[in-house]
């Protein structure tokens, strides 16, 4: 096969990947907390040609021996835009928006019996019974949401919960107000070193922790810098204007390169019906 088909095969399989980012922000258009996913491409090197007999290639040269030659494209990274998407009032008391650019929800997730400490936007909260007579602030998924001590666990003789603009809970007893936890807000330093985890959640991603210290990818905030509103929710912040153009745009480079194929099979037949 030549190199012209080499690349554009390898470019269709990548191409294939970005259709699915795309399909799957659109699918999430209406998912709250929903962050817009962006694949970015790079140049696929791999291939080397040896000129060392070259006479061109003296001594001292300053480039490197042989040519580099490339063969394709593929996906380098796909981006996780964590700007602040359209706030929407529900009116319920656990709901709670982010209203700050990067800010992360801090939650408790267990998969096959490891404990890791995972992220996300969506503030969709309740109130999950424990055995012992308490009560536990969790996710939808049933994740325990993490406070400033670990997870947010309160008595279950409580006639009220509100949580304020800077994270902190209150809980109503015998018509009196009290704070009795803090939620912990983290701030996405580098949000190109996490990954998606499914369920509109996010972690650090395992070359992040190999190359990075937690504290300099995510940054605990405490009250004074947390924003939030309750009785609200964060809508998606996935533009569809957006993503049909990028649909359409994937979509003929995906033609062009299947079109590259084809006229060079079409040359290969014609170079071989030469006499």
Do not use: C, W
């Amino acid at each position: 096969m030549s190199r012209m088909s080499i690349q554009a095969a390898v470019t269709m399989g990548q191409l294939q990947n970005k259709l699915d980012i795309i399909g799957h922000n659109v699918a999430n258009a209406n998912t709250t907390g929903y962050k817009n996913r962006q694949a970015d491409f790079s140049s696929l090197l791999f291939q080397q040609i040896n000129n060392l007999s070259d006479p061109a290639n003296a001594e001292n040269r300053l480039t490197p021996d042989g040519i580099r030659v490339g063969s394709g494209a593929k996906l380098g990274h796909t981006n996780i835009d964590l700007s602040l998407g359209s706030i929407q009032e529900t009116g319920r008391a656990l709901d709670v928006a982010l209203l700050q650019d990067n800010h992360l929800f801090q939650i408790n997730v267990t998969e096959n019996g490891i404990e890791e400490t995972q992220y996300t936007r969506s503030g969709t909260f309740y109130l999950n019974p424990m055995d012992d007579g308490t009560v536990m602030l969790t996710t939808q998924d049933g994740h325990p949401v993490l406070g400033e001590d670990g997870p947010l666990v309160f008595a279950d003789d409580m006639e009220g919960i509100s949580i304020n603009q800077d994270g902190a809970i209150s809980v109503t007893r015998n018509g009196i107000d009290q704070v009795e936890g803090q939620l912990a807000i983290a701030e996405a330093i580098r949000p190109r070193m996490l990954e998606a985890t499914g369920n509109n959640n996010l972690r650090l991603s395992q070359t992040a922790q190999e190359e990075f210290n937690a504290n300099e990818i995510i940054q605990q905030l405490d009250g004074n810098q947390v924003e939030v509103k309750s009785g609200s929710l964060e809508s998606s912040n996935v533009n569809l204007t957006n993503q049909m153009s990028d649909l359409l745009m994937t979509q003929r480079a995906y033609q062009l390169n299947a079109r590259s194929i084809s006229m060079n099979d079409q040359m290969s037949g014609l170079i071989n019906q030469l006499r």
